[in-house]
């Protein structure tokens, strides 16, 4: 009896090392097989659901755009940056000196005039140090006192490049930092 228990034992567990082997083996293969296969089926799939070719897509992206009246932009987003950041010393109503530090932004979606920008960026700085000198701590310290910021500054650079890049604009320019004290 001992011996017929012993070659059960003997034969159920070598059949659930051999079986356990395979499951470890054969699951984890299973789930890379069906990832793989979801990886490959899932934009097919997606593109026989839509219908839309990326033409038609396109299409009417222009159209939307058309209708509201917007440009569409012809290329990707080129950011320089106007480093160092601009220290700008500021008064308050009463007088009293406050100080401004701001690191800026401007976007174009030209090279050339990303380049442009980088060879007057000495220019650039001075004007918006001279533009941002005459501004007061109250009108800073509000959202549309900074928007207003960023306005004028962006109309002081467009001044300021126009000889140099004839077709191309700048497009907006951001703060990246911005410390009012």
Request: proline share 5%; net charge negative; no cysteine.
């Amino acid at each position: 009896m001992a011996d017929a228990a012993g070659e059960v034992e003997v034969e159920g567990s070598a059949g659930k090392s051999g079986g356990g082997l395979i499951k470890k083996i054969a699951m984890p293969l299973a789930a890379v097989i069906l990832l793989a296969a979801g990886i490959v089926a899932g934009p097919i799939v997606m593109n026989m659901v839509s219908g839309d070719t990326e033409q038609e897509t396109a299409d009417a992206e222009a159209a939307a755009l058309e209708v509201a009246g917007a440009v569409r932009p012809d290329g990707p987003a080129l950011y320089q940056s106007l480093l160092p950041p601009l220290v700008i010393n500021i008064k308050d109503a009463g007088g009293s000196p406050h100080y401004m530090q701001m690191s800026m932004e401007a976007m174009s979606r030209d090279q050339s005039v990303v380049n442009a920008i980088r060879e007057h960026t000495p220019v650039i700085r001075n004007n918006l140090i001279l533009l941002y000198g005459s501004a007061t701590y109250e009108s800073v310290t509000t959202r549309e006192g900074k928007e207003k910021l960023l306005q004028e500054g962006l109309s002081e650079i467009q001044s300021i490049l126009e000889p140099h890049i004839g077709d191309g604009e700048v497009e907006a320019l951001y703060f990246t930092a911005l410390v009012v004290q």
